[in-house]
């Protein structure tokens, strides 16, 4: 599995739009990269996936490089319950997830 | 449908006893997989289980070890307790699949005195 580098802490405003970074320089052509969250108090929580292509679901956007070598999740309206440790993995041909240290969100009323 | 059930959900032993933790997938997930989590290391993997079978494993002594049965159900334990075993344990379930999302259970906390 690929290692991943995120920032360790970012801020943002309520219902403004929060850009995560996360770089993986030496991920494999067949790893996915997947971001998760963990709120205070709980296990991690699945944001959203991708391989290549741009992502979105109801929660986030996930913006890939075109060469794979970093992506960014991206919050539309940051809300209060975003706060939270937000974790970039880039998944090989396991179940495994390996965790980085993550970034960690906090967002301002 | 139900999430992902982990119990207890705290526990205190003592230094040299050994534990064992209980997870209980969601229905129709065949993949159960462990991580310890703490302030200094964050969250690491155990190991994983597909149909009783460990597929995975991660970097951690012998002391732990687990199983899965054949409803998915999944318990580790870990013998010989340190007190750097102290910890939250997660346990994950998932189809198999890495296209698709692994469930997190909200953990058990160990504390080893």
């Known amino acids: 599995d690929a290692k991943t580098t995120q920032p360790n802490s970012m801020e943002s405003n309520e219902e403004e739009p929060v850009h995560l970074p996360c770089n993986h320089s030496?991920?494999?052509?067949?790893?996915?990269i997947h971001w998760y969250r963990q709120l205070p108090s709980q296990g991690p929580e699945y944001v959203i996936h991708g391989l290549t292509s741009n992502v979105n679901n109801r929660m986030a956007s996930l913006a890939i490089a075109e060469d794979r070598k970093s992506s960014t999740l991206i919050l539309h309206r940051a809300t209060l319950r975003d706060a939270a440790v937000y974790y970039c993995i880039a998944q090989g041909g396991s179940e495994k997830l390996v965790f980085g240290k993550g970034t960690k969100l906090t967002v301002n009323p | 449908k139900a999430g992902v059930t982990q119990t207890p959900r705290y526990l205190i032993k003592t230094r040299g006893q050994q534990v064992t933790l209980s997870c209980s997938p969601i229905?129709?997930?065949?993949?159960v997989s462990w991580y310890q989590q703490t302030p200094g290391q964050g969250l690491q993997f155990l190991f994983e289980y597909f149909s009783e079978t460990q597929r995975n494993k991660g970097n951690f002594p012998g002391r732990f070890s687990g199983r899965q049965f054949s409803n998915s159900r999944s318990e580790m334990n870990v013998s010989t307790l340190e007190l750097g075993d102290s910890a939250l344990y997660l346990c994950?379930?998932?189809?198999?699949?890495?296209?698709?999302?692994?469930?997190f259970g909200q953990g058990t906390r160990l504390t080893v005195v």
């Open positions: 994950a379930s998932s189809l198999a699949d890495r296209y698709t999302e692994a469930f």
């Open positions: 030496t991920i494999s052509g067949t790893d996915y």
């Open positions: 229905s129709g997930h065949r993949s």
